[in-house]
């Protein structure tokens, strides 16, 4: 479902000979380039929100001061608002400047303490030192043998990056029947699974601090929200496929199994949080 996304540490994570693959090929220019459509920014904000408590662990995670915060790969700024009130400033920092189009105009877009700015990650001016950089299902289409050590020299003593996703909890009636249609219509034929946590650690980039999982939470969503959802991931933009007939396809499983109209589930947040570090190139 939209914004449930896999965990990123998933049980298992595909090795390619002896290494740890750095990123996973359905992440690559070309998927990472349908951010920049307008359409798909706006249905971002379809896909399943972080539960409140995420944000009661990333504010714990907040030790020093001035409380800045960074970002990385906001989107539509799904961290940054709900964020912005408890921060000194937020810098967020998104390569599509239509997903930061989408963000300003959405609730908490304007807050004072957010500065958006247009940039690849791989290249934003770091204004250090913060006391929080967050990434919300985002670090995978960087280049984070190049992201993390800057990380490690612009955090404060006991700064800390936090990585974050969605994830679905119950396996509803409808979920089978939308795999199949979302696998007939996806661009993402061959889909490698990817947990880059093993391979930030084997490359001497991250040491793990601790990792949580939410408390459930209800998601609900009109069948017209949820299915516009769907088009926010990037293997199923609009532009990409035929989106009629998806849309047509989705309707029919959700109208079989949600008479009122209503689609409901129980949504958790993953929060993964430790120290970036430099890496072994600089051994």
């Given at each position: 479902?939209?914004?449930?996304?896999?965990?990123?540490?998933?049980?298992?994570?595909?090795?390619?000979?002896?290494?740890?693959?750095?990123?996973?090929?359905?992440?690559?220019?070309?998927?990472?380039?349908?951010?920049?459509?307008?359409?798909?920014?706006?249905?971002?904000?379809?896909?399943?929100?972080?539960?409140?408590?995420?944000?009661?662990?990333?504010?714990?995670?907040?030790?020093?001061?001035?409380?800045?915060?960074?970002?990385?790969?906001?989107?539509?700024?799904?961290?940054?608002?709900?964020?912005?009130?408890?921060?000194?400033?937020?810098?967020?920092?998104?390569?599509?400047?239509?997903?930061?189009?989408?963000?300003?105009?959405?609730?908490?877009?304007?807050?004072?303490?957010?500065?958006?700015?247009?940039?690849?990650?791989?290249?934003?001016?770091?204004?250090?030192?913060?006391?929080?950089?967050?990434?919300?299902?985002?670090?995978?289409?960087?280049?984070?043998?190049?992201?993390?050590?800057?990380?490690?020299?612009?955090?404060?003593?006991?700064?800390?990056?936090?990585?974050?996703?969605?994830?679905?909890?119950?396996?509803?009636?409808?979920?089978?029947?939308?795999?199949?249609?979302?696998?007939?219509?996806?661009?993402?034929?061959?889909?490698?699974p990817f947990d880059m946590i093993p391979f930030w650690q084997q490359r001497g980039l991250f040491e793990l601090r601790g990792e949580?999982?939410?408390?459930?939470?209800?998601?609900?969503?009109?069948?017209?929200?949820?299915?516009?959802?769907?088009?926010?991931?990037?293997?199923?933009?609009?532009?990409?496929?035929?989106?009629?007939?998806?849309?047509?396809?989705?309707?029919?499983?959700?109208?079989?199994?949600?008479?009122?109209?209503?689609?409901?589930?129980?949504?958790?947040?993953?929060?993964?949080?430790?120290?970036?570090?430099?890496?072994?190139?600089?051994?």
């Amino acid at each position: 479902m939209p914004g449930a996304a896999a965990p990123f540490r998933s049980q298992r994570h595909r090795r390619w000979g002896r290494a740890v693959i750095a990123r996973a090929p359905q992440f690559d220019g070309e998927h990472a380039r349908r951010w920049q459509d307008l359409d798909a920014a706006t249905s971002c904000q379809f896909r399943a929100t972080y539960p409140p408590e995420t944000f009661e662990i990333l504010l714990d995670l907040i030790q020093d001061e001035p409380r800045n915060v960074l970002d990385i790969g906001c989107g539509t700024g799904a961290l940054a608002r709900p964020l912005a009130p408890f921060a000194s400033s937020i810098e967020a920092v998104d390569f599509s400047p239509e997903m930061v189009a989408v963000g300003r105009s959405l609730p908490g877009g304007t807050h004072p303490s957010i500065s958006w700015t247009v940039s690849r990650g791989e290249e934003y001016a770091l204004r250090p030192p913060y006391a929080l950089i967050a990434a919300g299902q985002s670090l995978h289409w960087m280049d984070t043998e190049l992201l993390l050590p800057r990380f490690a020299s612009a955090l404060t003593a006991n700064g800390m990056l936090a990585v974050m996703n969605t994830v679905a909890v119950d396996e509803r009636p409808w979920d089978g029947p939308i795999r199949e249609v979302v696998k007939r219509h996806s661009t993402w034929k061959e889909y490698v699974p990817f947990d880059m946590i093993p391979f930030w650690q084997q490359r001497g980039l991250f040491e793990l601090r601790g990792e949580r999982r939410t408390a459930p939470v209800e998601f609900v969503q009109t069948v017209e929200e949820c299915t516009a959802g769907f088009h926010g991931l990037s293997h199923l933009t609009r532009a990409h496929i035929d989106a009629p007939a998806f849309d047509a396809e989705v309707r029919e499983v959700l109208a079989a199994h949600c008479a009122d109209g209503v689609v409901r589930r129980q949504i958790a947040g993953n929060v993964l949080w430790g120290k970036p570090l430099a890496g072994l190139g600089a051994q």
